[in-house]
C-alpha cells in the first residue's frame, strides 16, 4: 500500500459492500483450503507458493473465490473483469479508493494482503477478514520500514494467551460494560479485536498510523464497534488514565542502533537492547486498575554474568506500583542465531552480501553490550487490588477522576512471584488464556489461606490431570512418580509416593490435613513433618491448576 494510506478515512458503507461481497463468495478458512488442498496450504507454510498457484489456475480464473484468493492471498494479479464479477457489490473503482487494489491495464494487483481468520475461544467460533500490508511473498522483496503486520505467529501467541473476561467479574460471557482494555502497539489491531469479545471498550494505540488505519479498517470490516484508535509511542496516549487489562505484542526484537540496520516499525521500538520490554514492565503498573492485568510477548537479554530471568525480575521490582508477576520463558537462542532469525525475518535472504553485513553488526552489538543469548516468553503482571500508590496514584480510570477528598486505603501488596523456564511442547498452545485465568485463580486462593485454613479445606483433582508411574524390572514400587497436565503448559510434575497418595485422594470429601494424617498413618511417618512437607506442595499445585479448592459450603463430592 502507498504511504498516503495514512490519509485515507473508512468509508464505512464501502466495506460492508466489501464484506457482503465476501461473504458470497465464501471467503473463508475452509473453503480457501478445500479449493487448493492440504499439501498445498502445508507448502504455503514453508513460503513455498507453486501448489497453490496451480489450484488456483485449475480453478479457473472465473472462479470468484480463486481470484480472491490469487489476489490477496499469494499477491498475483488478476484479470480485472475476474475480480469485478468476485466483488460485484463493492466494484473496483470503490475497491480502489478503499487502497485495496490498484489498476494495472486489464489486470489489478493488490495493495493489502486480505485474508480469512479463524479462531475458537471460550465464548465459541468465530471468524474475522483480517487486512495489513502485503508481506514478502507478494513483494518479492525484502519488507519496507513501515510494515504493518499481519497474523503471524507471535500475534496467536498472544491471542491464545488472552484470559477471558475482564473487569471486576471476571465473568466469561458478553463484554463488561465497565472494562476498559488498552492494546498497546496494535498492528493490524487483531489484538484489539480479540479483547473487544470481554470488553465494551477498546483504547488501540501505535506509532504508526498506517496501523491505526488497519485496526479501524478491520474493525468496520468485521462489524465491530468499541474500538478507539490513538497515535502514539508507549504510554503516552493514555497519560492518566487507566485500564482493567492491558495486552501489548510491543515491537520488542534487539535491533542494534546501527546506521545500514532497518529499524522495522512492526518490532523495533527505537530503543536500545531489551529496553522496550523494561519499559513496559516498569510503567504499565501506572495504567492498571487495582486488580487489573497485563499480559505481553518480550524478549530479554543474558548478559555475561546475568541471567535473563533475572534481569526480568528486576523490571518488575523497579515498578513504582508493587506488581504480581509470573514470567514464562520459552525459549532461549544465543546472540548469533537470534540475529540470523531477525535477519532473516525482514526478507534478506542467507548468503547474500546484505545479510552478513548485517549480521556483523548484529553481533558486534551484542559483543560491545555483553550480550551472549536472548530469552523470548510472556509476562502476566497484576496491580493487586487496593489502593493506587506511587507513580500512579493521580491516574484515574478514563477520562473521569476519582472523588475528592477520598482517603486512599492501604495497598494490596504482591503475592505471586513465578519466573520459570517452560521449553516443553504445549499441547494447545494457542487455548492458554482460560489456564492462566483459572491458575491465578488457584494462587489467590490459597495465598488467602493461612496453613490450618488450608489445611481444613478439601481439594479436586483438575480434569486435565493424569499419573504416571515407573517401575524398574522387578522392583514392586515405583521409582518415578509424575503427575501430568493434559491441557496449561503441558507440565510433568514429579512427586514423591506421600504427595502422590494425598492428590489421589483429592475427591473433595475430606480436608487436606485429614488426609495428610491418614497418609501418616498408613507411611509410619510423623504427621506434624508430614505436614509441613506437603502443604507447601499443596499450595505450589493448586498454583499450577492441578488441584482446584472445593469453595466453603459446596456439597460433598457424592452429592455433586
Do not use: K
Not at 265 to 270: L, T, W
Not at 296 to 302: I, V
Not at 353 to 371: Q, S, Y
Not at 409 to 437: D, F, N, V
Amino acid at each position: 500500500m502507498d504511504e498516503n494510506v495514512s490519509a485515507l478515512v473508512v468509508d464505512a458503507a464501502a466495506v460492508a459492500d466489501l464484506a457482503e461481497d465476501l461473504r458470497a463468495a465464501r471467503f473463508t478458512v475452509d473453503a480457501v483450503g478445500e479449493l487448493w488442498g492440504g499439501p498445498a496450504g502445508d507448502a504455503l507454510l514453508r513460503d513455498q507458493p507453486v501448489l497453490a498457484r496451480r489450484a488456483l489456475r485449475a480453478a479457473g480464473a472465473a472462479h470468484r473465490l480463486a481470484a480472491l484468493a490469487s489476489l490477496f492471498l499469494l499477491g498475483d494479479a488478476v484479470p480485472a473483469d475476474a475480480l469485478a464479477a468476485a466483488l460485484p457489490t463493492l466494484g473496483l473503482e470503490r475497491a480502489a479508493a478503499l487502497g485495496l487494489i490498484a489498476r494495472r491495464g486489464h489486470e489489478v494487483v493488490p495493495r493489502v494482503d486480505l485474508r480469512p481468520y479463524a479462531f475458537t475461544d471460550e465464548l465459541g467460533a468465530q471468524e474475522w477478514w483480517i487486512a495489513s500490508d502485503l508481506g514478502e511473498l507478494a513483494l518479492r522483496s525484502a519488507l519496507p520500514v513501515g510494515h504493518v503486520l499481519g497474523v503471524g505467529g507471535a500475534s496467536l501467541t498472544l491471542a491464545g494467551l488472552m484470559m477471558p473476561g475482564v473487569g471486576a467479574g471476571v465473568g466469561v460471557g458478553a463484554p463488561d460494560q465497565e472494562a476498559r482494555v488498552l492494546d498497546l502497539g496494535t498492528g493490524c489491531g487483531i489484538q484489539a479485536l480479540h479483547a473487544r469479545r470481554h470488553a465494551a471498550h477498546v483504547v488501540a494505540t501505535d506509532i504508526s498510523p498506517r496501523a491505526l488505519w488497519f485496526t479501524e479498517f478491520n474493525a468496520a470490516l468485521n462489524g465491530v464497534t468499541g474500538i478507539e484508535t490513538r497515535l502514539g509511542s508507549m504510554f503516552e496516549p493514555v497519560a492518566g488514565e487507566r485500564f482493567d487489562r492491558v495486552v501489548s505484542n510491543p515491537p520488542f526484537v534487539i535491533t542494534p542502533r546501527t546506521e545500514g540496520v532497518p529499524a522495522y516499525e512492526y518490532r523495533d521500538g527505537g530503543m536500545e537492547g531489551d529496553a522496550i520490554v523494561a519499559s513496559f514492565v516498569e510503567g504499565v503498573g501506572a495504567h492498571l486498575e487495582p486488580g487489573g492485568t497485563a499480559q505481553l510477548l518480550g524478549n530479554w537479554e543474558y548478559r555475561e554474568g546475568e541471567d535473563g530471568l533475572d534481569r526480568v525480575r528486576g523490571w518488575v521490582e523497579a515498578s513504582a506500583v508493587p506488581l504480581d508477576a509470573w514470567v514464562v520463558e520459552r525459549e532461549v537462542q544465543d546472540a548469533a542465531r537470534y540475529a540470523e532469525t531477525w535477519i532473516r525475518d525482514g526478507g534478506t535472504l542467507p548468503g547474500t552480501p546484505e545479510h552478513e553485513a548485517l549480521l556483523t553488526a548484529w553481533v558486534d552489538d551484542f559483543e560491545r553490550r555483553g550480550v551472549t543469548a536472548v530469552g523470548f516468553g510472556y509476562l502476566l503482571l497484576r496491580r493487586p487490588a487496593g489502593a493506587a500508590t506511587g507513580a500512579g496514584a493521580d491516574a484515574s480510570r478514563g477520562a473521569g477522576a476519582h472523588g475528592e477528598g477520598t482517603a486512599p486505603a492501604a495497598p494490596a501488596a504482591p503475592t505471586l512471584a513465578r519466573y520459570e523456564r517452560l521449553g516443553q511442547p504445549i499441547a494447545a498452545p494457542h487455548s492458554l488464556g482460560g489456564h492462566l485465568r483459572a491458575a491465578l485463580a488457584g494462587h489467590d486462593a490459597q495465598a488467602a489461606l493461612s496453613d490450618d485454613e488450608l489445611a481444613a479445606s478439601s481439594c479436586l483433582v483438575a480434569p486435565d490431570i493424569s499419573e504416571a508411574r515407573h517401575f524398574r524390572p522387578g522392583d514392586d514400587d515405583p521409582s518415578v512418580i509424575e503427575l501430568r497436565q493434559g491441557g496449561g503448559f503441558s507440565r510433568v510434575i514429579g512427586v514423591d509416593p506421600a504427595l502422590a497418595a494425598l492428590v489421589g485422594a483429592c475427591d473433595g470429601t475430606l480436608p487436606i490435613g485429614a488426609l495428610i494424617g491418614a497418609i501418616a498413618q498408613l507411611m509410619d511417618a510423623p504427621e506434624p513433618a508430614l505436614r509441613e512437607e506437603l502443604l507447601p506442595r499443596v499450595r505450589e499445585l493448586l498454583e499450577l491448576g492441578v488441584l482446584v479448592l472445593v469453595p466453603a459450603g459446596a456439597p460433598d463430592a457424592d452429592q455433586r
